[in-house]
């Protein structure tokens, strides 16, 4: 099954209408395990990020309907909610709760008991999800997304494609967790490569027009939009805000360039989805988030739009497009 490619009816038929289902009619049909799958984003955008779950599921036995089912919350990027619904999903007492899209936080704060498996900040350590990597301690496992981490290489591929002399800017959320760390890194690599880092904030949805307004009167030779919620869970107006600015943009997910974005290098998430509905599956057969050691990412994607570039006139060095493992013409 390609992941990217999965289309919506694809994907219902896959849920055979699970999403739907009330947990009392689940219960109806056998005294199933229940996995509480909370995710901090829009559920329309994240279809084939889903249905990778799920095939993890399936690698450990697991499929939906037949001998587990599933209660799907999605928070719509609002922080507060995604804090009730992690309330509310362990008040159904799930036998795991699973956390992505930037609602790892929320579900520890909900509980200290629940197994929970989730896609995770840069250091969990620090973030006091775990005690260590490779014995997390407590009751939370799962995924490093290493976001903070690669920002720099974000950096230094958009380096490739700007003017030596042009200063570049960057796009942050204040509000995000991982928000000193993503600005260490920037610095850290701007510095290396003699360049200028030019930071804005943006947190809030009026805000945005006004963070790109501000890096163009900068005259920044490039942008890059670093990856964390609130940007992910409101592709199109970043998407829209970047073709106004007219040079060079770097997202975090392929997701970004496949929408139309210039380009972006990140993590693999069908990946990460994947490997989490792998250890859900090891939870719900008896093993203990404590004894699981927290995972990392080994898959990467450097995607290129060309349809994007010709469009803004842009030419892409043949040092990036020498690295993508995806170029959409």
Known sequence: MHFDRLKRREFITLLGGAVAWPLVARAQQGALPVIGFLNGQSAPGFVHLTAAFQVGLGEGGFTEGRNVAIEYRWANGDGQRMRTLAEELIGLRVAVLVAMGGAHLAAKDATASVPIVCGMGNDPVKLGLAE???????????????????????????????PKDAEIGVLVDPNYIDLADQIQEVERSARALGRVARIVHAGADNELDAAFTKLSELRVGGIVVTGNPFFNNRRDRPLALSARFGGPVIYESREFTAAGGLMSYGTNLPDVYRQVGVYTGRVLKGEKPADLPILFPTRFDVAINLKTAKALGLEVPTSILLRANEVIE
């Open 132 to 162: 260590s990597i490779k014995r997390p301690g407590g009751n939370v496992t799962g995924m490093c997304v290493v976001t903070a981490d690669l920002e720099a290489k974000r950096l230094e591929m958009l380096h490739e494609a700007v």
